[in-house]
C-alpha cells in the first residue's frame, strides 16, 4: 500500500488551473491512485481515480506518468467552491486489505 | 437517495461510559470502514469490514470495537472512551471488486467530545 506525500497547503485565483501533485515513491505494481475532495465539516468525496497515463471525467483530470511515482490532479478553472482538502489516496487491487491511508491532505484555498 | 448515515451527529460524554456510533448504509455494499480525522493528522483508518461477520483493524484501532452482524449496519463501539478519543469520526461504506471499487462513500460524520 503506497504512502502518499502532498503538499499541505495551496492558494489560487478563480478562473484559473489547479494542479495538486502527490509522490508515492513505494506504489506497488497494483495499486490504483485515488483522489478525495472534502469540504468543511463533510464527509470526503470520490473526484477520479486511475491507474496510468491519463484520466478525465466532468470534475477533473488525473495525470499518472510511466514510472507512476507521482500524479497529478487537474482542476480546470476552478471557483470559489473548489476550496477544500484534497486528498490523495493509494490502495491495491490485489492486496487482500482494504486498508486505506488518506495523508494530510492539500488544503486548497481559491481566492477572488 | 443513496446515503450513509450516521447516528448521533454530535456527542458530549464522560471518560468511561460506554457508547455506540451507529453506521448505516442504503446502497447494498460490503465493504465499510470507520475513520477519525483529527487537526494534522488526516484521516486514519479505525476499522473495517469486508462483509458480514468480517472486520479486520485499521492503523488506529486501539480503544475500538465494532460489529457487522447485518450488512447495512456497521457500529462503531467505544467500551471505555478516554479523551484522546476526542474526535470527527467518518464512516464509509463501498463496493470492492468493481471497477470503481476505492470510490467510497462517507457519512456526515460524527463529531464526538470525551470530557
Known sequence: ?112 | EAQVTQNPRYLITVTGKKLTVTCSQNMNHEYMSWYRQDPGLGLRQIYYSMNVEVTDKGDVPEGYKVSRKEKRNFPLILESPSPNQTSLYFCASSLPGQVSYNEQFFGPGTRLTVL
Open chain 1, 1 to 112: 500500500l503506497a504512502k502518499t506525500t502532498q503538499p499541505i497547503s495551496m492558494d489560487s485565483y478563480e478562473g484559473q488551473e489547479v494542479n495538486i501533485t502527490c509522490s508515492h515513491n513505494n506504489i506497488a505494481t497494483n495499486d490504483y491512485i485515488t483522489w478525495y475532495q472534502q469540504f468543511p465539516s463533510q464527509g470526503p468525496r470520490f473526484i477520479i481515480q486511475g491507474y496510468k497515463t491519463k484520466v478525465t471525467n466532468e470534475v477533473a483530470s488525473l495525470f499518472i506518468p510511466a514510472d507512476r511515482k507521482s500524479s497529478t490532479l487537474s482542476l480546470p478553472r476552478v471557483s470559489l467552491s473548489d476550496t477544500a482538502v484534497y486528498y490523495c489516496l493509494g490502495q491495491s487491487s490485489t492486496s487482500g486489505t482494504y486498508k486505506y491511508i488518506f495523508g494530510t491532505g492539500t488544503r486548497l484555498k481559491v481566492l477572488a
